[in-house]
């Protein structure tokens, strides 16, 4: 799992920027990941599954945001993380 830091001095848009679009949906997709891989170990963790499927649709929601605000910078978002387009 990458530092919180890392990822937050990777996506940023300026320097003082911790709380932008890109740097939320990125640091929500490293936890996605995480947790995803725990899930997989347990598979009755059903509680862990809520949290994972809450943080889905929160990344959702951002993307969609910056989908309609910045199409150029939501395309290079999801190419650069690597997940799939928002319907």
Known sequence: ?????EIIAK???????????????ALLTERIN???EHLKKNPKD????RGLLQM????KGFLQ?????DIEA????????NIREVK
Do not use: P
């Open 1 to 5: 799992m990458e530092n919180k830091s």
């Open 11 to 25: 996506f940023k848009q300026s320097e003082n920027d911790t709380g932008s679009v890109q740097v939320q949906v």
């Open 34 to 36: 995480h947790l995803t």
């Open 46 to 49: 059903n509680h862990s599954r």
């Open 56 to 59: 889905v649709g929160k990344r």
């Open 65 to 69: 945001y910056l989908k309609d605000k």
């Open 74 to 81: 939501y395309r290079k978002l999801i190419k650069e993380l």
